[in-house]
């Protein structure tokens, strides 16, 4: 019987536990805790910090930028050959092919790149329409290659029947017409694989009365998959992810500048410039433009001339505007100063 | 036969080192002149694992372990949405990571609560190694509230359930002799489900187990040692008890059998609190309040097997808070070691362990039920209604768990 008192009382207290447990308010409090508050306050927090870009590789305005950016050394120059007259009209170049060169993508990676000249993309070739253009491939690779060029030329220069084996040489010599910018590239099966490890470049033709003298660029849009899956991990103004976000290109409030662009990777790209619009002329054929905008969807190989001046001063992105593209690599800054020497010379 | 003599002692020595010897040489051999195959893979092989993924608002942290056979370094961090950006990122203690070298990759990410993301990590050789976060949350971090909140949890799913299930030992009490049979079947029944549900689990954890922690292996060791491990403390105890009561007394008494079942579910749940908390730390589901409700009623069925043997016997009424606390409390633990110090192998040994000790208790009761009644009361009605209907009432409530 006293047996029972206690069992009955273990159970009261038991009972009370359990009850005092679960209105115990901690828990609910934590639960609280989830909702988004903290969370929206950390992220206002963190946009309110926009850190000036010459601290920034890709998406610095939401942290310290730390760990390694591209040194001002390693930048791809954006700057084309000069528009001049060829001495006695022949514009020569040479172009060596290596395979697997080391060509740092983004900081730390290296991808074994197949190169003309060992830059990806390969050097900006200029000739004026009408000129001859001779170019001389050097083969120093291990497989067979050729270059094949846009335009209008004989089908023996066509890059596409006749490879260069390794060891070998072939100069390629033609009439550059029509005018505009044209793309280069290796043309050995897979051309695919040729291309996209590196063997790409851009030629400018000048029309033969010249265009009005600017600060020009010239802007290779590409992009690097790394595990062959068929999505890239990094896309690059010329060849490098976010190089002219860690080195800003520097421009001078109303100077002009005539930016030459070209699309090489297998998706659409669009160039897009912040706080202006552009002037376009597609594949550069044209002397007037055929639209003024700030976005321009070029197609696969499809490339454009863009003319713009900026009126302020301060910094600017200019980006591919398919965001997976910026986010990883195509973009970069222009940092647009006052510059009196600009101002007065583009005024002459 | 002639005793061998001292002097041969040497050659004993020699001749169980001797193998181990001759495999050193071999092995320099092999290093100094090498085979004449090519033993260099011709791509880098890396592994990376992530241990833990810790959530916190602005900011995501991956606590990464090399398993690969060769260091590796990480070079680029990518976060992934919709689609992949690159991202800001630090690295500590560093970017190069020996062989099962651990390190943290901070990514000061400004993620969503409730959004999909994907961690993606660059080496230097070009790997890519992926982690997906199926719905970011908040990761708990071991404040006082959130201690409190996952000790909370624990009690809510072990010990209450556990405490609730002894409440029906008047109830229990109050039935005839023949089914105190029918309820140690049912204990067994209910027993057998928990097992193999441990070992389900325990598999199931064991595939984010890193490779060379050998996530089965560790399943088998922790079933077999506390299988044997148990079985060799009872037999101590009973020989304790044997001896000092000069054999008279039972040899197995039903509060001892009481503890063996309470320690067995004891340590079954602090493998189910491990999972529970991992997974939550893991970001991998959020613990709803269905799922604690399921767990609740799952459990509560965990206190009429702690009881079950003693409803027939007259013993102190503290015994059961013992009793229900060596089952529940263990959960509290799990949970808590499971939020914030989780790693898959923990989760995984202890899972095993818990389905050794449950599978021991069976075969404790099935021999105290043989002793008291003889072989034959197994196979009885009673005894095999009641085994069916513990393996049902596990299932039945096992629905409120899986979501």
Redesign the interface.
Known sequence: MK?RT??LL??VL??A??AG??L?P??R???D??D?S??A???A???GRHLPPTKG????Q???????RFEASQVYDPSPPPSEPAPNGVREYTLVIEEDVPHEV??????PAWTFNRTVPGPVLRVTEGETLRVTLINKGKLPHTIHFHGIHPASMDGVFELVPPGGEFTYEFVARPYGVMPYHCHSMPTSQHIHNGLYGMVIVDPKEGRPPMRELAMVMSAFD??RDGEA??YAWNGR??QYADNPVELAAGEPVRMYVMNIFEEAMVPHLHGNLYQLYPSGTTLTPTEFTDVKTLSIAERAILEFTYDYPGHYMFQCHV??HM???LMGWFRVVEDETVARRTQK | MAEPKTSSRALVVLSALMPVLLLGGVLYLLFARGTGLRLEAPAPIEKLDFERVVLE??EIRAHVLNTGPEPL?I??V?VGW?????????IKPDPTLPRLGRAVVRI???W??GEPYEI?L?T?N???FTHEIEMA??T?TPGP??L??FA??G??VGV?PV??G??W??FLRSLSRQWYFFLLSLTAGLLVFLGVDALHDALENAERVPDPYQGVALILIGLSLSLLGLYAVSGWLKQRRQSRSSGTAEVTTPLLLAYTVAFGIGVHNLGEGLAIGGAYALGEFATTFLLVVGFMVHNLTEGVAVVAPVVRT?FR?RH??WL?LLAGAPTIAGTLMGAFTYTAVWAVLFLAIGAGAVFQVVIEITRHQMRQAGAASLASGASLAGFALGLAVMWVTGLFVTV
């Open positions: 047996n206690r069992m273990a159970t038991v009972l536990m359990a447990l679960l115990w901690p828990g409090e934590a639960a805790q989830a988004s903290p969370q306050r950390a992220v927090a963190s946009h590789s890709g998406m610095f939401y942290a310290t930028p730390t760990g390694r983004a900081p730390g990676v290296l991808v790394l595990d991990e990094f992810a976010f965001t997976e986010e990883q690599g | 608002p602005g370094t070079v680029q990518q919709i689609s992949r950006a690159s991202w800001e990122f630090e000061p990410y400004p969503t609560p993606v660059i230097a070009n790997l890519i949350q908040e708990p509230e959130m409190g909140a909370l949890l009690v809510y209450i405490f609730l002894i409440l030992l008047p007259e009424w059961l808070i229900g």
